[in-house]
């Protein structure tokens, strides 16, 4: 195979391309016989060879179980060069937004590409707020599940149900639905938040708590968490902070599992409800958004174990346990959101005066794999969820709840991604496969077997 462009000199910079006056192209020799395919350069100089055309061409299909080298699709939302821990959505690098942004204004900026002018926000917070409770209809579903139910099952389960609710946004007409996507995102952004608390509190017996219109998003949750009638919760600075860069850290991560998810179920012309309730289920697996709670559980086996992390090194090492929170698909360099919330972590344990010696044991454990030439020659760095877990922990949000507050922080990425599928309507995603099965046989009646 070969192109007549040198990916590695291009990439990552998004100048070069345009100084190319031919349209890159790529040769691949298929049984003596040579194809051309168009290359694709995207805006930070990204290379992809255009296959599409390569079955029909070749009678051969391209292999990447897992997809490590295939390009779902283009995309506008979110940059990610993992080679170099950088991250940007729609432009704006994440260091500037996690310090000078919201979630709310960051939320805003994935779904609509832009940041949004003063009336904008108040705009987009004013529909959010007014979005936040549910039909008191709804409130009855959260009794119809067990009380130990996993909130993650409930979240997508609810989310669905809150489509049939509106079904002039959720009929899988894409032109109707477009129409409406604004409300239908705004909708979306607040009461998957109502969703969680609820569930939080009927998980525990305890009455639900109305959403309150004077409160910011974050304060809101919060309140519908852990305020009773009796007794309002009042959020401390530091876990306003932590929370809202918590989420703002979260809000896309480009084609990451659940993510391609969502653009899957849209591709077949699905509505954005029954997308992120997909996209829900997708997040819920321990390599993905469950391994936040993974990360805490370990942290909590360790300390148990009497160990300081060493054993449990050793053992990740032997392959008889996975360091989780570490390592990442696209990531081989420090995942910038790592960076930002372990020391974001850090300031908010201190400033609440909050000890907790599994942050020791993840300290330890950092240090020790940092140096570790198992992790090193792998290129295993912490990810997002290593220190993510001991925020949530400190802040009172159940282990068990933790990857649905990556859901509420991944609900803006995964609309945006939706919109994307929707206003291009181009075709449903559908991968081949190579069978690797039994050939052609004749069925046996059940009296010959055995
Ligand atoms: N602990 C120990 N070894 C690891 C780890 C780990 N956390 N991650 C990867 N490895 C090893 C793996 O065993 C393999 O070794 P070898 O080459 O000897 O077979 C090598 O590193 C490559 O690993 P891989 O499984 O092929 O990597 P991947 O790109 O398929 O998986 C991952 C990426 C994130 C699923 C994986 O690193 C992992 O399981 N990490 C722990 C779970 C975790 O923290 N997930 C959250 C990801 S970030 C949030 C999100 O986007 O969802």
Same mark, same amino acid.
């Given at each position: 195979?070969?192109?007549?462009?040198?990916?590695?000199?291009?990439?990552?910079?998004?100048?070069?391309?345009?100084?190319?006056?031919?349209?890159?192209?790529?040769?691949?020799?298929?049984?003596?016989?040579?194809?051309?395919?168009?290359?694709?350069?995207?805006?930070?100089?990204?290379?992809? %060879?255009?296959?599409r055309k390569f079955r029909s061409q070749t009678g051969y299909i391209t292999y990447d179980e897992g997809y490590g080298n295939t390009g779902s699709c283009q995309?506008? %939302?979110?940059?990610?060069?993992?080679?170099?821990?950088?991250?940007?959505?729609?432009?704006?690098?994440?260091?500037?937004?996690?310090?000078?942004?919201?979630?709310?204004?960051?939320?805003?900026? %994935?779904?609509?590409?832009?940041?949004?002018?003063?009336?904008?926000?108040?705009?987009?917070?004013?529909?959010?707020?007014?979005?936040?409770?549910?039909?008191?209809?709804?409130?009855?579903?959260?009794?119809?599940?067990?009380?130990?139910?996993?909130?993650?099952?409930?979240?997508s389960a609810m989310l669905n149900a809150v489509g049939c609710y509106h079904p002039q946004m959720s009929r899988n007409n894409r032109e109707e639905e477009l129409a409406r996507f604004q409300e239908a995102a705004t909708l979306l952004i607040s009461k998957v938040r109502t969703i969680a608390a609820t569930t939080y509190r009927m998980s525990q017996g305890l009455p639900a708590v109305y959403p309150r219109r004077d409160l910011r998003y974050v304060e809101n949750f919060l309140h519908m968490m852990f305020s009773d009638p009796y007794e309002p919760y009042e959020t401390p600075k530091e876990v306003f902070e932590a929370l809202d860069l918590f989420l703002l850290l979260h809000a896309d991560h480009e084609q990451n599992c659940s993510t391609s998810t969502v653009r899957m179920v849209a591709s077949g012309g699905a509505n954005l409800f029954a997308s992120v309730a997909a996209g829900v289920c997708a997040l819920w697996g321990p390599l993905h958004g469950g391994a936040n709670a993974a990360v805490i559980r370990m942290l909590e086996s360790i300390h148990r174990d009497g160990d300081d992390g060493s054993r449990f090194i050793k053992d990740a090492k032997e392959g008889k346990a996975r360091l989780m929170g570490f390592g990442h698909r696209v990531y081989k360099n420090y995942d910038p959101r790592a960076k930002i919330f372990g020391e974001a972590a850090e300031r908010m344990l201190k400033a609440l005066g909050r000890e907790d010696p599994l942050l020791d044991i993840a300290r330890h454990l950092e240090e020790a794999a940092l140096k570790d030439e198992y992790f090193v020659e792998r290129k295993l760095y912490p990810n997002v969820d290593f220190y993510s877990g001991l925020v949530l922990k400190a802040i009172g949000i159940p282990v068990n709840m933790f990857t649905v507050m990556f859901a509420i922080g991944r609900m803006p990425g995964w609309i945006a991604n939706w919109?994307? %599928?929707?206003?291009?309507?181009?075709?449903?995603?559908?991968?081949?496969?190579?069978?690797?099965?039994?050939?052609?046989?004749?069925?046996?009646?059940?009296?010959?077997?055995?």
């Open positions: 195979m070969s192109s007549d462009s040198n990916p590695s000199r291009d990439a990552g910079s998004g100048d070069e391309k345009t100084q190319n006056a031919d349209p890159p192209k790529a040769s691949i020799v298929v049984d003596g016989r040579e194809h051309e395919y168009p290359v694709i350069v995207g805006s930070e100089g990204e290379h992809a %060879i255009d296959t995309s506008e %939302i979110t940059f990610i060069d993992g080679e170099k821990g950088v991250l940007r959505h729609r432009g704006y690098p994440i260091e500037q937004l996690a310090e000078k942004s919201t979630f709310m204004e960051t939320a805003y900026l %994935i779904i609509y590409g832009e940041l949004p002018t003063d009336d904008e926000l108040t705009s987009f917070r004013q529909h959010v707020r007014e979005n936040a409770n549910l039909h008191e209809d709804m409130r009855h579903h959260f009794q119809g599940f067990p009380p130990d139910s996993h909130p993650m099952a409930v979240l919109k994307e %599928i929707a206003e291009s309507s181009k075709r449903i995603h559908r991968p081949r496969q190579i069978y690797t099965g039994k050939n052609a046989r004749d069925y046996v009646p059940v009296e010959k077997r055995g």
